[in-house]
């Protein structure tokens, strides 16, 4: 028998440089969470991209085109989910300081979110049947039915990211914990992209039973993905979560968390920027459909266009960031993208341009991805120890109410417009099916300047939060990681 002959040491050192080059959260692993084991607990991110994904894509073009829902009420029900999003710090600092004989955390909080997202799912498409008006029942009826359904995933999808994301930085150590979190919103683009080809392939053909059928269809692979993700991964711990032990107050972490250096501007600069990204949300996909006269299919596939486009920003960012690059600049990057991106949308209406406008929306993904990843990030540095679900809670809580307010703005303004532009109030050339969405755009292009002013002096004193952070904080370990990092290159 012959032994192995080792491999030429030039092209081994060459080939373990291809997962950091070529994979940037492949160096996310390590030896207490490997790789394996980190892509299966990522599979919940996988399921909210999927409802995501069904939300603002499929379903609320379905709804303003197929079933002639208004826009406005597409717009509402499409925000409603958004309701609990102001809960997601208390959710994130409960399951910080869960009490359980069980020895779970993090465990009972993404259980009983699935639960509720499972739910949700399961009446959505009887309700928007309801709702469309192909019924014998009264308007309410439908309306009452689709809010319920709307509310439940909500609540299912800020439970389950929020807690899921702590556990995911509970599991990974200090120096790995933002390219652990960076990893788990990327799959949840990665979700949101395969879940709208997969939704634009089934609903080629549209038919009210196909709806039922795709949608229930999500409900039942939302929990398996989440059991797979959940399974062994939490190790029960009764000690660490005794009921004798004292709990501090959500006032006293909240306290604690935002007397935090420039703790306001930066979620100020967080939730316009969110804003400004967020209020075509809802009017891509129509907007392709009424302008461009595009296919539901085709429309649709927007959805993975802009996803793939916000996956691109968070792999640029996060190789910047592992760098040294500041965040918060990395941030404003992003707006500066937006700005070019949603100036080439509004450009594709007038040119007719189905390319420009879908360079437009993979563009917003673009400037989106790098953004919110920063922005991430950065509220990762304000996290005391122990406090990380607190940290992640309030950064998502701030960015999924500005969301919701900006879908249901976007979707109340759009209508007015559109309605003054089909009557002639504003003058024969803006009387097209165009004016209303433009009109939105042309407001996030403002935002997004206001979002670049707001970043402005947090670039600038960078170095000095920096320095002010705490001993037991992320960003220190962050930046030794960074350290050491640029010594071994």
């Known amino acids: 028998m012959k032994t192995p002959v080792p491999a030429h040491p030039t092209f081994a050192s060459t080939w373990s440089r291809v997962s950091t080059r070529f994979l940037p959260f492949a160096d996310a692993a390590t030896v207490e969470l490997p790789l394996s084991r980190l892509l299966r607990l990522s599979l919940f991110q996988v399921s909210v991209g999927m409802a995501l994904a069904l939300l603002i894509g499929t379903l609320n073009r379905v709804m303003i085109v197929e079933l002639h829902v208004p826009a406005w009420l597409v717009g509402f029900m499409v925000a409603l989910p958004l309701v609990f999003a102001p809960f997601r710090a208390l959710i994130g600092f409960k399951s910080d300081h869960h009490k359980s004989f069980l020895g779970w955390k993090r465990v009972p909080y993404i259980w009983f979110g699935s639960m509720l997202q499972f739910g949700g799912l399961a009446i959505m498409p009887f309700a928007l049947i309801l709702l469309s008006g192909d019924s ?31 556990l995911a930085t509970d599991l990974a150590p200090v120096e790995s914990q933002p390219r652990v979190v960076a990893l788990m919103c990327s799959m949840l683009l990665i979700g949101m992209a395969l879940s709208a080809v997969i939704f634009g392939l089934l609903l080629r053909d549209f038919s009210q039973l196909r709806l039922i059928q795709v ?11 989440n059991v797979i993700a959940l399974w062994k991964q939490e190790a029960r711990d009764p000690s660490r979560t005794a009921h004798a032990l004292p709990t501090p ?11 935090r250096s420039h703790a306001k501007r930066r979620l100020v600069a967080l939730g316009l920027g969110t804003v400004a990204f967020s209020m075509q949300d809802i009017l891509l996909e129509p907007f392709g459909g009424e302008v461009l006269k ?20 968070f792999v640029i960012a996060a190789r ?14 992003g707006a500066v993208v937006g700005i070019a991106a949603f100036s080439a949308v509004i450009l594709s209406a007038p040119l007719a341009s189905t390319f420009l ?29 122990g406090q990380i679900g607190l940290a992640l809670g309030v950064w998502g809580a701030v960015q999924a109410t500005a969301a919701g307010g900006a879908i249901a703005i976007s979707g109340l303004l759009r209508d007015g417009v559109a309605h003054l532009a089909a009557s002639g109030a504003l003058g024969e050339a803006l009387a097209g099916p165009a004016t209303g969405y433009t009109v939105v755009y042309h407001l996030e292009l403002g935002l997004l300047f206001a979002t670049l002013v707001a970043i402005g002096p947090l670039v600038r004193n960078s170095n000095e939060a920096h320095e002010e952070a705490s001993e037991d904080s992320v960003w220190p370990n962050l930046q030794s990681m960074n350290l050491r990092e640029e010594v071994t290159q």
């Open 294 to 313: 595009l296919a539901v299919a085709s429309t649709t596939a927007l959805t993975a266009a802009l996803a793939l486009g916000g996956l691109a920003g």
């Open 136 to 166: 014998l029942q009264h308007p309410i009826v439908g309306q009452i039915g689709a809010a319920l359904a709307f509310l439940l995933i909500g609540a299912g999808l800020h439970t389950t990211q929020t807690v899921g994301l702590a």
């Open 320 to 333: 910047a960031l592992v760098r040294g690059v500041d965040p918060y600049r990395m941030a404003a990057y």
């Open 357 to 385: 406008f879908t360079l437009g929306v993979a563009a917003i993904g673009f400037g989106s991805g790098l953004f919110g990843h920063c922005t991430l990030t950065a509220a990762m540095s304000l996290a005391p120890k």
């Open 249 to 259: 107050s959500f006032r006293e972490s909240w306290e604690s968390f935002s007397h």
């Open 215 to 225: 949608i229930q269809g999500a409900a039942a692979v939302t929990m398996i993905l």
